[in-house]
């Protein structure tokens, strides 16, 4: 018979026992698990199954290859936020499509938080949504077929710009996930007022991978892929958007729209972005080659008057002056890379009473008109380029205004209204966007326009959303 001694040390090793094997109960699946991530990782990484390879590796090394949407307690709190956002997709004019939307369904979700701990395929869902949650920040910042931000150069841990895995991280730190990830959208006010009209429109549209083959919806997605191309700026800036024949001016209050004039088809005015830094009154005119040589030199071979009633000037490569003679202007049409015509300031000069310069490689101005009553036509595209703008004293207003310089707004107007010649560079330059939007909200009511360029259906195409 055992004495109590020896009964009381049998339950005491028994009890230590008990506490290894729990112990080891606990770990060996957690060890197994992060051993499985790294596996599928891996795994996913090899097979090209990835739309962020790098920036997903990244994440889980820096984790030690543990779960982010998982963990051992059977607790998933933000599993169900970063699914139901990739589910949310089309409210914010993203492709569903493009975040594993059939590995990543409701009903599969369902089953892996069912199903063991140490199943592989926790891990490789666990990856899938990472991967997409980088995917679908990635998108909302820059779109998905981003000309000057290709995705390839955002999946780099030396990348210089918006860092999307940095946002993922601070996501799951934050109580808000959702709020954080969409802090990635764009800041202008043109595309939150369509992105609220277009979840209106689809919040009630549910499912794993919901086609978008609806024509207005996809020109919602992809004017909204279009913003997200603009570089972010700081308020006041202006937009020009081509379709609209519209500028506004946007002061982080309100809004001020002018009308504008923009390239015909064949002579399209770009999309581009810069800063107005300064304006001129009064400015000379250097015509263009092209123009030059297929419009100016024919009515000018033609009409031995049409120079000098237009005030246009001839000067060689050396800035001599050359008179408007008949043989000097065969000259000209025979070697025009020779020669420089410029239109004197005044009334009928075709920048107008001032230009608003701002550096760009398309060399298009923003600039007032001698022909205002083009302004009163609906269709605009009537420029070989350049955009003119309607009241452009307004817009002097505004700037001046910004840049606390309206006691000099007089002495501008009169050097405009006399043609005499006067530069203002502004303290603060004003971010200019030209963009080409065929659909937008303005005052509340959803605006759609003419394809003038005829530039949706290939964007459509390229999003992938017929």
């Known amino acids: 018979m055992e004495t109590p001694n020896c009964y009381l040390s049998s339950l005491k090793i028994l009890w ?3 506490l290894l094997l729990t112990q080891n109960l606990i770990s060996i699946p957690a060890q197994g698990f992060q051993f499985n991530v790294e596996n599928q990782l891996n795994k996913a990484v090899k097979e090209h199954q990835l739309k962020f390879p790098i920036l997903t590796q990244k994440i889980y090394r820096d984790r030690n290859y543990q779960s982010i949407w998982f963990n051992i307690n059977g607790k998933t709190p933000l599993i169900w936020d970063a699914v139901n956002l990739l589910k949310a997709a ?6 569903p499509t493009n975040y594993h939307c059939n590995q990543l369904s409701i009903n599969t979700i369902n089953n892996a938080i069912q199903i063991p701990i140490n199943d592989d395929v926790k891990p490789i869902i666990d990856v899938l949504i990472t991967d997409a949650m980088l995917a679908f920040t990635a998108h909302l910042r820059y779109g998905t077929i981003n000309p000057s931000t290709p995705l390839l150069a955002i999946d780099k841990e030396t990348f210089k710009g918006f860092k999307v895995d940095s946002v993922l991280e601070v996501a799951i730190k934050n109580p808000n996930f959702k709020n954080t990830i969409l802090s990635a959208q ?3 006010l043109g595309y939150k007022t369509l992105q609220q009209q277009l979840e209106n429109l689809v919040k009630n549209q549910t499912g794993d991978c919901v086609g978008i083959t609806d024509h207005h919806i996809q020109l919602f997605f992809a004017n909204m892929e279009r913003w997200r191309w603009l570089s972010p700026v700081k308020q006041p800036y202006i937009i020009i958007n081509i379709p609209a024949f519209n500028l506004t001016y946007y002061d982080g209050i309100t809004e001020q729209n002018f009308k504008v004039i923009i390239g015909k088809s064949n002579t399209k005015t770009p999309v581009l972005s810069s800063k107005i830094r300064f304006f001129t009154t ?4 250097t015509v263009p080659r092209s123009i030059l040589v297929k419009e100016l030199l024919p009515s000018a071979i033609k009409n031995n008057s049409y120079m000098a009633n237009n005030n246009f000037n001839i000067y060689d490569k050396y800035g001599n002056y050359i008179p408007a003679t008949h043989n000097n202007l065969l000259k000209v049409r025979a070697n025009p890379s020779e020669y420089t015509v410029k239109q004197s300031p005044g009334p009928d000069n075709a920048l107008g009473q001032i230009v608003f310069n701002f550096d760009n490689s398309y060399a298009v101005y923003l600039h007032d008109t001698p022909n205002r009553s083009f ?4 269709e605009r595209a009537l420029s070989h380029g350049c955009i003119r703008v309607e009241n452009p004293d307004k817009l002097v207003e505004f700037f001046l205004k910004n840049d606390q310089a309206t006691e000099i707004l007089p002495e501008v107007l009169n050097a405009m209204e006399k043609y005499k ?11 200019i966007t030209v963009t080409y939007l065929t659909m937008e909200v303005k005052n509340g009511e959803l605006q759609t326009y003419k394809d003038l360029y005829q530039k949706d259906k290939n964007l459509i195409k390229a999003l992938k959303l017929n």
């Open 282 to 285: 009064a400015p000379d005119w």
């Open 421 to 431: 010649r006067k530069r203002v560079y502004l303290k603060k330059p004003i971010p």
């Open 375 to 378: 302004f009163d036509k609906s």
């Open 90 to 95: 089309p409210q914010y004019g993203l492709n």
């Open 16 to 18: 230590i026992m008990v």
């Open 186 to 188: 764009p800041n202008y």
